[in-house]
């Protein structure tokens, strides 16, 4: 011991820590412990470096911050030693990581190394570099690694190997400097450095196509000629792994071999016979030999078609499979998925065995197998398969019926041969693990319920059955309210039966109680609470003889200390109440949902935003007054099966819209719309606009709903006077013009589309609106009419009005009609805005109005963001 | 690739991380902490492979150590469970039928014989004739540089006496 250190050796203090009882008393050991060596290493004592950094390295794996030893590392790297320099790399390797900036300073003294007399030393040096370099030395010191794979010491060469593999990783463009020392470790008879140098070849051939070129012309026969020595060398003990020698090295040249022979034929031809000799001498009984058969399976399956070969690889995954050994049976799942692209037949053969793993005990396992099965699903033998699977739901562990089910849902959705066997399938999801299924999945199968109208009757009676049991699961029980809520008299009435359904009775009542269940479970989450509520407010038409109770349920709801569904409570209860005569035909039945939207949405993942293409436009012929109302509807119809994200009340408000939308484009046209603005208005108690006006935006708007997507419907039912063309604004715009609410005149004639005008400035003494005009041809350019109107007693004079626009807008501005307003009266200007996102992008303009008013200048300034979409 | 090395006792300590990608300190305890409690917690007859963030972690329990690996999907599993084996046999013959004391107490022991068997996550050396040879030279050299010391700071004590 050095009689000049001091503090505890190392070994005196892995012994205390691992005394200590509690968690408290070893953070005071080490405390402590970190304390002595702070103080320690600002002595600056050479001596106990070594011993200090060894304990930081033991503290460090305890989980505690070492940061302050870092410069003691670099220190002991820079003294003369090995065991200095051995201690501070390791040191460097553990408590550094290659993103500290410390770590720059270390590549002075690694290039020192690298150069070193001492080999041990040079080993430390590559090693560490090895491990942790960054780019930046990566790029400093290739030179001296490079030189470094031809050292005539074997054991320098295979970690300068190593380290160039490490090098190249990191800057793929230094792979060509490696090329020619890469191919001439082929040549090696040393196991440890020709392992290596096939490794950096595998690196450089699958960074850079030239060296792969190259190693293919150059190294394949000698590579085939290295395996089929060592696959038949005697027996050696140095390299013998359970009868085989040395796996690592048949592992690494199969692996090499893979990306030679792939996409290439010749060089495959040249390995063929290499490789049916490994597949076929090499013992499986031991996990050495299964790891060298598991690389030759992959290596056949790469390169190119031998199919002798591959009827072999196909055979011993047969075999992996019914192994008992848990890790073979997963490498053969895992290979399967890979063969099953080539040979769907033979892996085909495998589904009862691989079926049985989707139920094996272990995790993995069961992942493995429930990708494979899902990828071995077609046509034929989809019922089966799902049949199996859904058995497997109900007594499977908790925390798989995630995957599963989701797994389940998505076979069933591509493969149904039958909306009906759809319908079964995911009723049987839902019933067992509802509560883990994704709300795309329940959206989908409500487009799905929508679209089937034959089966209505059918749907609604077997949800209604299902939730009998199996009230637990959330997603159950939402799609059975909007069945419900949709089709209730198809329950009560045993409308549609069909002939393998038993026959049940549901009185009103008891349809009711499911909903009332919901609403009221304190469980029930927002969501479901919203879909209930509307589905009484629906079943309050479809049931009269009970709508009593109905509407007791609804009040109840007034007290919910959920804002939204407070307010939807007092709305629908005045539906219920006072608009007796409306309600039968706001409730309408849903307009049948457009599946080929949903599923554009769904595989785009689209967000809940109004911005996109697949939204349903709609035409809007008298302008502004019609924005609160489409506040109110959404019209995108389809927004019921928004993205997954809706909260609650856009669910809630899409549900209502929709049915409203539908309604009068179903019932008789002309009997509700004037009454049924007013409510509309009377819900959202915004200001009064003119009801002659009104009605008829109401019904082009809410008849127009599926205008775009289901021009058949609206042909049928539509009395509105707005052309399909026309309807080109979507609902987003409208969702801008809130704020622009006026009683404002109709439309202008024009032949393009019709954009409404909007207020796009208002103070206390002036407001200013535009309107839109499009010259046809030119959809780019927008003719904006801006009129400037005087609020104030007093008359501006010296009116300039100033505008600008980002840099994908174009503004021209004509002169105004005149630079004085009066009091109460108003100026135009007009506008020109060319916008080159067109389609992409909305306007957005920032203006500037200046004035005289009794002879002191006024300044207003204000930004226009509330343009419609579209222009 | 190895990603990195884990040796975890069964009571969840941390004996030794190497650690090959770059993870930052913060990320380094999270993953230890995450796979420490899926690792330990699974059954005696499950496979030895646990797929984990779009990799794969092969381990293997020798007594009441946990030896784990991460690798990436294409990794050859098999022979990762090897490289594993491979290493508990060198530390067996390095310290004479190894055992959970000899990695706390020499733990950078452990360290220096996995630097010659593993660089930037690749293998490096498949004889373990050749890894006890090279680590006890090196040990040697250390040894000898002590000694030299130790009867230089003698020489030293006694002067000064």
Redesign the interface.
């Known amino acids: 011991m ?3 250190s001091s503090g505890t050796r190392l ?1 005196d203090m ?1 012994r205390s820590i ?1 005394a200590c009882k509690t968690a408290a008393e070893e953070r005071g050991v080490v405390r402590k412990e970190c304390a002595d060596i702070r103080a320690s290493i600002n002595e600056n004592d050479p001596h106990d470096r070594h011993r200090n950094l ?1 304990k930081l ?2 503290i460090h ?3 505690y ?1 070492t940061h302050f030893g870092q410069m003691e590392c670099l220190k002991l790297i820079a003294s003369p ?3 200095e320099k ?2 501070g790399y ?1 040191g460097l ?2 408590l550094l ?3 500290q900036e410390v770590l720059m300073l270390v590549t002075n003294s690694l290039k020192q190394d690298l150069n070193h007399t001492n080999q ?1 030393v040079v ?1 430390l040096a ?2 560490a570099l ?2 942790i370099c960054s780019a930046e030395m990566a790029r400093d010191l290739a030179p001296e690694v490079e030189r470094l794979i031809q050292f005539r010491d074997p ?1 320098i060469r ?2 300068a190997a ?2 160039s ?2 090098i190249v ?1 990191k800057v793929p463009d230094l792979a060509e400097n490696f090329v020619n020392a890469a191919s001439s470790l082929l040549k090696e008879k040393h ?2 450095v020709l ?2 140098g096939v ?1 950096l070849c595998y690196e450089l051939c699958t960074i850079n196509d030239e060296a792969l070129e190259y190693f293919r012309k150059k190294c394949t026969e000698g590579l085939i000629k290295t395996l089929r020595d060592i696959t038949n060398s005697a027996y050696q003990p ?2 013998d ?1 359970a009868g085989i020698t ?4 048949h ?2 040249l199969l ?1 090499l071999l893979r990306v030679l022979g792939h996409g290439d034929a010749d060089a495959s031809d040249l390995m063929t016979d290499i490789l049916a000799q490994v597949a076929t001498k090499t013992e499986s009984n031991k ?2 030999g ?2 060298v058969l ?2 030759c399976v ?1 290596t056949i399956m790469a390169i190119e078609d031998t199919s002798s070969l591959r009827v072999l690889a196909i055979n011993i995954l047969g075999r992996f499979l019914s192994n008992r050994d ?6 053969a799942l ?1 290979m399967l998925m890979k063969a099953i692209a080539f040979d769907d037949q033979a892996v085909q053969r495998h589904r009862v065995t691989i079926l049985n793993c989707v139920k094996d ?5 069961r ?1 493995r197998a429930l990708d494979l099965v899902s990828l071995l699903v077609n046509e034929n033998n989809v019922k089966q398969l799902t049949e199996e699977l859904i058995d497997y739901l109900e007594i499977s562990d908790e925390d798989f019926k995630e995957d599963l089910s989701a797994k389940i849902c998505s076979i069933v959705e591509k493969f149904s041969p039958e909306k009906i066997w759809y319908i079964d399938q995911m009723l049987k999801v839902l019933s067992e693990a509802g509560k883990f299924v994704k709300d795309d999945v329940w959206h989908a199968l409500i487009v799905v319920i929508s679209n089937a109208s034959e089966l209505h009757g059918y749907t609604v009676r077997a949800l209604y059955k299902a939730v009998l049991t199996f009230s637990e699961q959330e997603t159950l029980v939402r799609v059975a309210i909007w069945c419900i809520g949709e089709y209730g008299d198809l329950l009560v009435n045993n409308v549609g039966v069909l002939g393998i359904e038993d026959p049940i009775t549901v009185t009103e009542s008891d349809a009711l109680d499911v909903i009332e269940d919901a609403i009221t479970r304190h469980n029930s989450d927002m969501n479901t609470r919203a879909m209930a509520l509307v589905a009484l407010l629906k079943l309050s038409s479809r049931f009269p003889s009970i709508s009593e109770r109905i509407k007791d349920i609804i009040v109840k709801q007034k007290g919910s200390l959920l804002l939204e569904m407070q307010q939807r409570a007092i709305e629908f209860n005045s539906i219920v109440d006072r608009h007796k005569n409306i309600r039968s035909s706001l409730v309408e039945r849903m307009p049948v949902l457009d599946e080929a939207t949903f599923n554009v949405r769904r595989a785009g993942s689209l967000p809940a935003s109004v911005s996109t293409m697949s939204k349903p436009s709609v035409s809007i012929p008298n302008g502004v007054a019609a924005a609160p109302l489409v506040d109110l509807l959404d019209l995108g119809s389809d927004d019921i099966l928004a993205a997954p994200s809706s909260s609650g009340a856009d669910f809630l408000q899409d549900l209502l819209g929709v049915d409203l939308g539908s309604s009068p484009a179903q019932s008789d046209a002309t009997q509700a719309p004037k009454a049924g603005t007013d409510l509309l208005l009377d819900i959202l108690s915004i200001g009064t606009p003119s009801p002659a006006q009104n009605s008829t935006s109401s019904i082009d708007l809410l008849s127009t709903t599926d205008y775009n997507k289901n021009p058949s419907i609206a042909l049928e039912t539509l009395s509105s006077p707005a052309p399909p063309h026309k309807a080109t604004t979507s609902s987003a715009g409208m969702f801008d013009l809130l704020d622009g609410l006026s009683p404002s005149p109709s439309p202008e004639a024009t032949n393009g589309p019709v954009y409404p005008p909007i207020v796009a400035y208002e103070s206390i003494s002036l407001k200013i609106e535009f309107s839109f005009s499009k010259t046809p041809g030119n959809p780019q350019t927008t003719n904006v009419q801006a009129t400037f109107i005087n609020l104030s007693p007093n008359t501006f004079t010296d009116c300039i009005f100033q505008a600008a626009v980002p840099k994908f807008l174009q503004l021209h501005l004509d002169p105004a009609s005149s630079n004085t307003l009066p009091a109460s009266g108003n100026i135009t200007q007009n506008l020109r805005v060319t916008n080159s996102q067109h389609g992409k992008k909305s306007l957005v303009m920032r203006m500037r109005i200046g004035y005289k008013v009794n002879g002191k200048d006024v300044l207003e300034e204000g930004q226009i963001n509330n343009f419609p979409r579209g222009l | 690739m190895i990603h990195f090395v884990l040796l975890v006792s069964r009571q969840g300590k ?7 990608s ?4 913060k990320e380094r ?1 999270k993953v ?1 902490r995450e796979l420490s409690g899926v690792i330990l917690n699974r ?1 005696p ?7 984990w963030r779009g990799y794969k972690v092969v381990y293997k329990r020798y007594a009441s150590l946990y030896f784990c690996m991460c690798i990436d999907q294409e990794d ?4 990762v ?3 594993i ?2 290493y508990v046999e060198i530390l067996d013959r390095y310290f004479g039928s190894v055992c959970e004391l000899d990695l ?2 020499h ?2 022991k452990a ?2 014989i996995l ?1 010659e068997l593993l ?2 996550g ?9 890894i006890a040879r ?1 680590v006890s ?2 040990d040697q ?2 040894e000898a ?2 000694e030299e ?2 009867s230089i ?1 003698n020489i030293i ?1 006694q002067a000064t006496k």
């Open positions: 050095n009689p000049f070994r892995i691992r060894a390295m033991f794996m305890l989980g911050p030693g090995f065991p051995r201690i390791l390797m553990l990581d290659e993103r041990y080993g590559l090693c090895g491990n054991n295979k970690k190593l380290c593999t490490r990783r196991h440890g392992i290596t490794q140095e390299y792994v040395d796996p690592f090295l592992v690494r692996k996990n050495a299964n790891a598991y690389e992959e848990n890790n073979i049976r997963y490498v895992n005990p272990d995790a993995s396992i992942k | 941390v004996r030794l991380t190497k650690w090959y770059p993870y930052t300190q305890s230890i059954g007859k499950l496979c030895n492979f646990v797929e050859n599993e098999l022979e469970l090897e490289i084996h491979h706390i107490f733990f950078h360290y220096y630097d660089i930037a690749e293998l490096q050396e498949s004889s373990k004739k050749t090279i030279a090196h050299v250390v540089a002590k010391a130790g700071s004590a």
